[in-house]
């Protein structure tokens, strides 16, 4: 039956993974990967998840039913504070909505799913950032949004083209709908500052344009979790409608149990118990129920005060070792009087770094030095620690050079 059926390629990410694990060279680094790691080099199962592991293995009540088909309440209305703020207008106003889903991309896929079925402008285009998470384009294509591209990347500040990102907003159709980074954007490492975000607002405002931010690393940015919700609340206090798309995967580590959510700011109360509706619907066909381990660890934690300031602290961990990485590494770069500038890796946030490296330097790189980084020249910077930092440094100074 499946004579003619072709092999599809094998997803980018993943497969350096695979080859880098099947590399016996002593110094290979992975740098593909966005998955925090230790000073070791460890994946990290952060202290306050294993405490809410213990409570969850003693708690007597805890049974394995289904959970509901939106999720699990208590998990979904923290996630929409968490992203909100607990004195949000929006919460107050009983017009927010929340959908458990699998992890940020089955949140991603609810909300673009739920576009091409109700979006009221037929044909709406969704706007990607260049460059952007190699998911989004295949994820929205996936469920019929046409797609095109908004300028977010300029190569010769190595920071945000805020001028090309503004035009594109002004010369898309009225109404079209923008996916947008809510902070520590992927690849790039560069968010807007918020008098950026303001003039983005204004922007999407005057064009009717529809904001889905995808927050995938909610206190990997700058360790504080209000301060990288700040563009999502900033856009919510002007009165906008919008989708987030929240992970649990980096900010809780809980990468396989496929913890997320969407939470949907509406116009009214009416018109969010609706879209929850279809969205529910929706669900049903394609998953049914969501899982229910990672959202009981997520909302273990979410609701109790001391869990909650030590999931703070955990965050601050995983994401001062990465500032303390970047600084390493521009430092050798410095004293090796590497070509080139290279204060964009201090000046990047969160676990990328978009070195500005080519591909034809990437792949030196890989057949070289054992060092798996993407070919876009972006790098994981928790795949660095104090043992194989110095490496990298003087791999990427060979390569620059020659
Ligand atoms: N959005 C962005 C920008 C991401 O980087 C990721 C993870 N790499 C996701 C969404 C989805 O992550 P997950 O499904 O693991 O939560």
Redesign the pocket.
């Known amino acids: 039956v499946f004579e003619d059926v072709k092999a599809a390629p094998a997803d980018v990410?993943f497969a350096l993974t695979t080859i880098c694990d099947a590399d016996t060279f002593d110094k290979k680094i992975n740098l593909g990967v966005?998955a925090y790691r230790t000073e070791e080099g460890k994946p990290y199962v952060l202290p306050v998840v294993k405490k809410a592991d213990h409570i969850l293995v003693d708690d007597k009540n805890l049974d394995h039913e289904y959970l509901p088909i939106l999720g699990q309440k208590a998990f979904r209305k923290e996630s929409a504070k968490l992203i909100l703020g607990a004195s949000s207008k929006a919460l107050a106003e009983d017009r927010v909505g929340a959908i458990q889903c699998?992890?940020?991309?089955?949140?991603?896929y609810a909300g673009a799913h739920f576009l091409s079925k109700h979006y009221p402008i037929k044909g709406a285009a969704c706007y990607i950032s260049t460059p952007?998470?190699a998911?989004?384009r295949p994820l929205l294509e996936g469920v019929g949004l046409p797609v095109l591209e908004y300028p977010y990347w300029n190569p010769a500040t190595k920071g945000l083209d805020l001028e090309g990102m503004l035009n594109a907003m002004q010369s898309a159709a009225n109404g079209s709908i923008f996916l947008l980074?809510a902070c520590?954007?992927?690849p790039t490492g560069v968010d807007p500052t918020p008098d950026q975000w303001r003039q983005i607002a204004d922007v999407m405002e005057a064009k009717s344009h529809f904001t889905f931010f995808?927050?995938?690393?909610q206190g990997f940015a700058s360790g504080n979790l209000d301060k990288d919700a700040y563009a999502v609340r900033y856009f919510v206090e002007r009165g906008l409608e919008l989708f987030v798309?929240q992970?649990?995967?980096?900010n809780f580590g809980l990468?396989s149990e496929?913890?997320?959510n969407l939470t949907v700011v509406a116009k009214t109360p009416e018109i969010k118990d609706r879209i929850e509706s279809q969205i529910a619907k929706a669900q049903r066909a394609v998953i049914s129920n969501p899982p229910a381990y990672g959202s009981r660890i997520v909302s273990t934690v979410l609701t109790d005060k001391k869990l909650y300031s030590e999931w703070e602290q955990n965050l601050s961990t995983m994401a001062n070792r990465i500032i303390h990485m970047r600084k390493v590494l521009f430092d050798e770069l410095t004293r090796l009087e590497t070509p080139g500038k290279w204060s964009h890796i201090v000046d990047q946030i969160g676990?990328f770094s978009f070195t500005g490296l080519t591909t034809p330097q990437v792949k030196v790189l890989k057949e070289k030095y054992h060092i798996y980084l993407l070919d876009n020249g972006r790098i994981s910077v928790a795949g660095l620690n104090s043992k194989n930092v110095m490496y990298f440094a003087q791999a990427v100074d060979d390569v620059v050079r020659n």
């Not at 699998?102 to 991603?108: K, Y």
């Not at 992970?247 to 980096?250: D, E, L």
């Open positions: 990410i966005g699998i992890s940020g991309t089955g949140a991603l952007t998470y998911n989004h980074h520590a954007h992927n995808d927050c995938a690393y798309a992970s649990y995967s980096k990468y496929r913890a997320g676990m």
